[in-house]
């Protein structure tokens, strides 16, 4: 599924500042195929001319237990991280993972128990949890449907699972459409006390009954994401609109795009979570290898920095790497 390097060396680039270090704070591993992309095809990307130096994983559902209690499967995936993160170690010059953000069903009343075990494979590297809140009942044939239950985040046993990970000093991230950005908003205020993540813009949909509607749900989304960074325990994950779903359309073309066009069609997203959040509470991410799919990982972040090139440098470097750094301890 991720073996597109042919089409997207059609839109190869020189690499824009070479040196600056970057810390990509959200990628996946898939070990097996249909969707492979494990250590060898994260370094194919991160190695690819740009310095990146640091990775954070976060959840994706790969390597889960195949036995043993149902809630303590999605152990599983941190124990295989890990042993990619430690044979990563062997090679220090190229992307380190320094970070693990697993999954555990923040409803749960053992929620405790999971996080203990988490944190006991993870070996230094545990940061947190992302339980997805994605939910869309629009009727859009979404390549990546989100399954949350309506009401998550109203949930009291959920807002009692995401104040306990602000107890133990972890984080909370996690992946929604746009029109649940409000929802969002009301969960930030209910537990101010842990740092909450909020992924790839709040993924605002291009596709189904979305497609055409890019400047009015724009328009609402800046008054959203306003409200949303109001609540100073919250951060913001700059990147993830590569996805076929944000339906830019870029996977079906007979060529991906460039980092001109990226930044064309994506800019006015980036300066208002900025201007709103301030670049101390924003980081770019990648978003690999799902972005993937309508982007390489040189041009999207050639892209990046053309968006930031313009702010201050202790801006960019907030943006780069020290966001990325101080939220997930690296």
């Not at 993924?203 to 055409?212: D, H, I, N, Q, R």
Request: proline share 7%.
């Amino acid at each position: 599924m991720f073996n597109n390097d042919e089409w997207l060396k059609q839109a190869r680039e020189d690499v824009i500042d070479p040196g600056r270090e970057i810390v990509d704070p959200h990628h996946h591993l898939w070990p097996k195929p249909p969707l492979t992309y494990d250590l060898a095809e994260l370094w194919s990307d991160t190695q690819d001319g740009h310095n990146v130096v640091q990775t954070v994983f976060m959840e994706c559902g790969s390597t889960y237990r195949t036995d043993g209690p149902e809630h303590m499967k999605p152990v599983g995936e941190t124990e295989y991280v890990v042993s990619v993160a430690e044979r990563a170690a062997a090679e220090p010059k190229k992307a380190q993972i320094a970070g693990i953000v697993g999954h555990a069903d923040l409803r749960l009343a053992e929620l405790d128990s999971v996080l203990d075990a988490h944190v006991a494979a993870a070996k230094g590297r545990f940061r947190g949890i992302r339980h997805a809140g994605s939910r869309d009942e629009s009727g859009a044939e979404l390549r990546i449907p989100g399954r949350a239950p309506k009401g998550l985040f109203e949930d009291p046993a959920f807002r009692r699972g995401v104040a306990r990970l602000g107890d133990r000093g972890l984080t909370f991230d996690t992946w929604i459409y746009h029109h649940q950005i409000p929802d969002y908003a009301a969960l930030a205020r209910a537990v101010p006390g842990t740092v909450m993540i909020l992924d790839h813009f709040g993924t605002p949909l291009g596709v189904g009954p979305y497609e055409g509607r890019r400047e009015e749900i724009f328009a609402k989304w800046k008054d959203d994401i306003a409200a949303v960074a109001a609540c100073p325990n919250v951060y913001m994950k700059l990147g993830g609109m590569a996805m076929p779903d944000n339906g830019y359309g870029w996977d079906k073309r007979e060529k991906p795009p460039t980092s001109d066009e990226f930044v064309s069609a994506q800019m006015a997203w980036y300066d208002h979570a900025i201007n709103v959040f301030g670049p101390d509470r924003c980081m770019f991410e990648s978003n690999f290898p799902v972005d993937r799919l309508s982007i390489s990982y040189r041009t999207l972040w050639n892209g990046l920095k053309k968006i930031a090139r313009d702010y201050p440098e202790p801006a960019q470097t907030a943006l780069f790497s020290g966001t990325a750094r101080k939220v997930y301890k690296l």
